[in-house]
């Protein structure tokens, strides 16, 4: 079921195109879960605890690859919308070259560095078997994952998301199914779950290749189709190493989370592990969607339709919940700050001013200089001064949102959110004023 996303309705395509996506993820969060149960449940907390700490470091390893199949994606989108064919097809080839053969050097650096990732990690003693035995096994399936992650854009990029939804529907079946198996009956150990979850990527690789080359014979390549295209295979790596570091940094970050998680034993590894994966689901759904509007803006671009992007952009926004708008106003401004600061700091003058910015947009503890600055009563709410703080508080706005919009209105939602950033502001004022434990120099933020 391809969709053509350069016509029709924006919304409804939009809608259509990524409710696939949100499934097969969903399904897949689905299969974490019940995997952890297995393991949980049959295994022990050392056992569990060596999964999550493997699952953290694989869910990086293949984010490198998932983001270079991404970032072609967006380049065979682009030449769909041109209509150019031939070049398309042209361009897969040189992609899939490039990405397998970087699949299999990653597959070879991981089992190379195996012991380097436990140390990193800081695996407790008892845990090292249970995670070395996993990650032995599970390492096979890092070139399974780009098959099936490379097929699955290539769909994409010509508007069908269905056929992706359908082998990752049949892998998760197939793989709690041996995991069962493996678990329960054989008695393999981690071991076991790990080679239910590489037989489970090789058949849904397998599938959704000859999915693509005896359903769709308009791009099947041809033999003129394997030569190298140097300018092409340049644009392909220009695009895919941006949207691999994209993909990647967050789970970077959420390894060296784990190698801390790790150092306070194997019952807190085993509940981090299990709050991880329940934590997925608070994300994917959005993140689907992104992608569901790149391949969108791809088609769009190719096709020449500037204006279509345009209008589906101020669509997103306009038709949006009150909750995205509150997300997108909260990453805007933070974005335009550090832009702001950059420039600054290009003309020898970021330290000096960025200090200054903060202070005539952050609410200030002393009342007088709030006389003199009402308006940072209303600002401080929708700053953030780093990453990590503009991460977790959308996290917290994402899930107190959707939680709150299952009851009451976006007005109301709307409303909720000015007025507890206006009565957190008085509150943190009043405190810094009364109890001068909040008033010491040291933590104060001006």
Request: charged share 10%; with cysteine; glycine share 8%.
């Amino acid at each position: 079921m391809q969709q053509d996303l350069t016509q029709g309705s924006i919304r409804a395509g939009l809608i259509r195109f990524s409710l696939p996506l949100i499934a097969g993820n969903l399904l897949q969060q689905l299969y974490n879960v019940a995997d952890t149960l297995i393991v949980g449940r049959f295994l022990g907390n050392v056992a569990l605890a060596a999964v999550g700490s493997a699952f953290s470091l694989m869910i990086l390893l293949t984010s490198l690859v998932l983001g270079l199949c991404m970032g072609s994606g967006v380049v065979f989108s682009q030449l769909y919308g041109e209509g150019n064919m031939d070049k398309l097809k042209t361009a897969m080839t040189n992609a899939f070259c490039l990405i397998a053969a970087l699949s299999l050097l990653l597959t070879a650096l991981s089992y190379a560095l195996l012991d380097a990732f436990i140390v990193l990690l800081r695996v407790p003693p008892e845990a090292v078997p249970d995670i070395t035995s996993y990650l032995r096994v599970i390492f096979a399936g890092i070139f399974f994952t780009f098959l099936y992650n490379f097929f699955a854009a290539a769909l994409r990029s010509v508007g069908n998301s269905f056929a992706s939804l359908l082998f990752l529907l049949l892998s998760t079946v197939v793989n709690i199914a041996l995991d069962l198996l493996f678990v329960l009956v054989l008695r393999r150990g981690v071991a076991g779950a790990a080679l239910a979850t590489v037989i489970a990527q090789g058949l849904s690789a397998a599938g959704i290749a000859l999915y693509f080359f005896f359903r769709l014979p308009e791009l099947r390549p041809r033999r003129s189709n394997f030569r190298l295209d140097r300018p092409l295979l340049s644009r392909i790596a220009s695009v895919s190493v941006l949207t691999s570091v994209q993909q990647s940094i967050m789970n970077f970050g959420i390894l060296m989370v784990q190698g801390l998680i790790n150092s306070f034993g194997t019952v807190v590894m085993a509940a981090f592990a299990a709050a991880v994966k329940i934590d997925s689901f608070a994300y994917m759904p959005v993140q689907d969607f992104g992608n569901a509007f790149s391949t969108f803006v791809a088609q769009n671009y190719g096709a020449g339709k500037k204006e279509r992007i345009r209008e589906g952009i101020k669509n997103s926004f306009r038709k949006g919940s009150s909750l995205t708008r509150l997300i997108y106003i909260n990453c805007g401004i933070f974005l335009a700050l550090k832009l702001i600061y950059i420039m600054m700091l290009l003309l020898g003058k970021g330290e000096e001013f960025y200090p200054t910015l903060l202070e005539w947009i952050g609410v200030p503890a002393d009342p007088e200089y709030l006389l003199s600055r009402p308006w940072t009563i209303f600002t401080y709410m929708f700053t953030q001064f780093d990453f990590l703080h503009l991460l977790f508080n959308m996290l917290w706005l994402y899930w107190f949102g959707s939680f709150f919009l299952n009851y009451f209105t976006e007005r109301k939602l709307t409303g909720v959110y000015l007025l507890g950033g206006l009565f957190g502001g008085l509150l943190y004022i009043a405190a810094y004023n009364i109890f001068p434990y909040f008033s010491e120099p040291q933590i104060s933020p001006f």
